[in-house]
């Protein structure tokens, strides 16, 4: 009889806490545990405007993973919300991947990121030289020779190498990690999940708002 009130007293108490642990409302998003400040604020690109930028790196599964829903949140963002992608590469012989996205890039072809991603994850390919790279892109039906001359361009090339240096001044460990306004970084492994990345995202380009896009 006694475990039987007792189970029913514990029914009671998980019926009275659900409406109370409802009110209290989403999460709270706090500085140091769901977002990080850089000591050193970078550069901005755009003025009076949200500058918002994802390392990523092709080859990270975690980065295939929040694509989808990071490609969505771009799509939902207002006009004051400039987002864009910035290839990391950790050691040089990764570099070519970098190379690769600033030539699809300047190609016209970004489009295309994705579907390197999908290659690299689901379909096992490395694309880590030259001519493997060129195949897989000629096969998207972009013309080789083109892709091979801006993948070999000294502005690609370039851009290449001022991608790893910003994420270098921008203290970049790990992929995918966004950074916003130039002194706030959050990402999946930083917030506990990609859902509360996002969440912190959409906070963080609240809070530049509010401060005047500063």
């Known amino acids: 009889m006694r475990s039987l009130q007792l189970a029913l007293g514990a029914v009671f108490a998980l019926i009275f806490l659900m409406p109370l642990a409802h009110a209290q409302g989403p999460a709270k998003i706090?500085?140091?545990f769901d977002y990080r400040i850089l000591p050193v604020a970078q550069p901005l690109d755009t003025k009076g405007k949200v500058e918002?930028?994802?390392f990523f790196w092709y080859g990270c599964p975690h980065c295939f993973d929040f694509d989808p829903e990071i490609m969505a949140w771009e799509k939902r963002q207002a006009?004051?919300?400039?987002?864009r992608q910035v290839p990391i590469a950790f050691r040089e012989e990764l570099m070519?991947?970098?190379q690769l996205f600033y030539a699809l890039e300047a190609l016209g072809k970004s489009?295309?990121?994705s579907k390197v991603m999908f290659a690299m994850h689901r379909e096992n390919k490395r694309l880590l030289n030259e001519n493997d790279?060129?195949?897989w892109v000629a096969s998207q039906g972009v013309d080789r020779n083109a892709f091979l001359a801006a993948y070999r361009s000294f502005a690609v090339v370039s851009k290449a190498r001022a991608a790893r240096q910003m994420g270098e001044a921008y203290r970049i460990d790990?992929?995918?990690t966004v950074a916003i306004q130039g002194k706030y970084i959050t990402s999946p492994s930083i917030a506990g999940t990609r859902a509360k990345a996002i969440a912190v995202m959409d906070h963080l380009v609240d809070?530049?708002?509010k401060e005047n896009y500063k």
């Open 52 to 54: 918002v930028i994802e």
């Open 96 to 98: 070519p991947h970098s």
């Open 174 to 176: 790990g992929v995918p």
């Open 30 to 32: 706090e500085p140091g």
């Open 133 to 135: 790279i060129a195949d």
């Open 207 to 209: 809070k530049v708002r």
């Open 111 to 113: 489009n295309l990121n």
């Open 79 to 83: 006009k004051d919300v400039v987002f």
